[in-house]
């Protein structure tokens, strides 16, 4: 089996196996180590701190869930480790930690957060490559600016990388990102400089142009996210190879 028939053999697990009710807080090591106990894939983020280190944390801020307040990128790695969760009894972690524990008992999606600062974090995309290219495990990363996965194709091609997206039609798309580049990004158009080994799509979009294109000429496969109900499972089960899920716990196999 290669890595990418691993990485999409599972249900993958959005965030790890979060669940605030038994203070399981996403993208946390309790989180983490609840969807590798029950066979599951695990989708996690990271940001990128002061100092240029990668943090497994989704937000851009760390109010919602950490007992900090602020943006992350302007605190260093060895301050945000010392910062705990709201609930739980979990603090902030880095790549590093989160690869020490999964130690290849589950496939990673690994998905990099963007500011849309072009050049400015080539640097913290070669680092995070660097790092993984080390793990012995089943790993890939994601991202939704394309920019970032031409930095990844060019500096190591080998390490499996695919291309976040959706239909770019909410109030939030429609004001940070200009028609055109809307355009691009729902249809996929960057492929040839990205060159994408999976598609990791809106399960609202689905079916699309751009994936199902790419599925059909290149058999690049669809990953869809983020599956929270019985018709999102069926849609998923028409148009995608693989689910991002949360909300509720599928079969494993």
């Not at 691993?6 to 959005?14: G, N, V």
């Not at 307040?69 to 979990?90: F, P």
């Not at 790549?95 to 974090?121: C, F, M, N, W």
């Not at 609202?204 to 496969?221: E, N, R, V, Y």
């Amino acid at each position: 089996m290669s890595m990418l028939q691993e990485i999409f053999a599972h249900p993958i697990a959005h965030r790890g196996l979060h669940d605030k009710i038994r203070e399981l807080i996403e993208n946390t090591p309790s989180a983490v180590s609840a969807a590798i106990e029950q066979g599951f894939g695990i989708e996690v983020d990271l940001q990128e701190t002061a100092d240029g280190q990668a943090l497994v944390h989704h937000d851009y801020v760390l109010d919602r869930l950490v007992d900090g307040t602020g943006q992350v990128n302007r605190w260093t790695a060895s301050e945000l480790t010392g910062l705990a969760m709201k609930q739980g009894g979990d603090k902030l972690w880095m790549l590093q930690d989160l690869l020490d524990l999964t130690a290849g008992r589950a496939p990673l999606v690994i998905e990099i957060k963007s500011r849309r600062a072009r050049d400015a974090q080539a640097d913290f995309v070669r680092g995070i490559l660097d790092t993984l290219v080390q793990y012995k495990g089943p790993v890939c990363i994601k991202s939704f600016d394309p920019d970032m996965l031409s930095v990844a194709r060019a500096h190591r091609p080998e390490i499996l990388r695919g291309i976040v997206s959706f239909g770019f039609h909410d109030e939030y798309a429609k004001t940070n990102y200009t028609r055109m580049d809307r355009f691009i990004l729902r249809n996929l158009l960057h492929t040839p400089r990205t060159a994408p080994h999976f598609i990791s799509y809106g399960i609202q979009d689905l079916p699309a142009f751009g994936p199902s294109i790419m599925k059909k000429l290149k058999g690049t496969p669809i990953m869809s996210w983020t599956v929270r109900t019985q018709q999102d499972r069926e849609r998923a089960a028409l148009f995608a190879d693989q689910i991002v899920f949360e909300g509720f716990v599928p079969p494993a196999g």
